[in-house]
């Protein structure tokens, strides 16, 4: 099993400029999210999903969307990347929701937007 | 508001002691806390869970312990080896969500 993969591994981004990210998970994990992940910040919570056709924002969701069409992906949306967006991207997903609930996450995304 | 704390300094060590981080939390009564392992470039790894009702829980040279009155839990790694060096990140359900505290870079040195 690849776990939780991410697609592009990095990326550089102008002002303005538009882009998804990809995750992928093949342990038929109901619950996924994305994070991001800043020097001094930890991990914050941007959206997730507790399953497949439903999403929910997180602590950061401004100037972010996702998607969740098929269980197995989990899709990030920049509509129109800014300098504040740069930072490292982390997907991660597990069974359930809740108490003993681990997360496994890809190996994240670098985006740089200029 | 609900809040995480966690050492932002290196704690540096000698290869062979134990290494001891600390995680407090405020405003939380969390059901159980996580830790995780974060290498560089990586995603962080799970390594341990803790329940409210434990108070402390081992996994080879790892021990938790959750302290729910000092709303504590310390991560202890004994016969530390340079491989542990990390960084490590508690983490605590907030409405079912894992929410991460900042981290603590561990370094241990042969």
């Known amino acids: 099993n690849a776990g939780v993969t991410q697609t592009p591994k990095f990326r550089v981004l102008k002002t303005g400029q538009s882009m998804t990210l990809l995750c992928a998970q093949d342990m038929n994990h109901e619950y996924m999210y994305w994070y991001r992940q800043d020097p001094g910040m930890g991990l914050r919570l941007i959206h997730y999903s507790v399953g497949e056709g439903t999403t929910a924002k997180g602590e950061v969701p401004d100037g972010y969307n996702v998607s969740r069409l098929k269980k197995q992906n989990f899709l990030l949306g920049l509509e129109s990347a800014a300098p504040s967006q740069t930072s490292v991207y982390f997907c991660a997903s597990s069974y359930e929701q809740g108490m003993s609930e681990t997360q496994y996450f890809g190996p994240g995304t670098r985006l740089l937007v200029l | 508001s609900q809040k995480i704390e966690q050492n932002s300094e290196a704690l540096n060590i000698q290869e062979g002691k134990t290494a001891t981080l600390t995680c407090n939390y405020t405003n939380y009564s969390p059901a159980y806390l996580q830790w995780y392992r974060q290498d560089p470039g990586r995603g962080p790894v799970f390594l341990l869970l803790?329940?409210?009702?434990?108070k402390e829980k081992r996994k080879e040279r790892l021990k938790v312990t959750f302290d729910t009155t000092l709303k504590q839990s310390l991560f202890h790694i004994t016969a530390s080896q340079p491989a542990d060096s990390a960084t490590y990140l508690c983490a605590l359900p907030s409405n079912y969500i894992p929410t991460f505290g900042r981290g603590t870079s561990l370094i241990v040195h042969p």
């Open positions: 803790i329940r409210e009702n434990e």
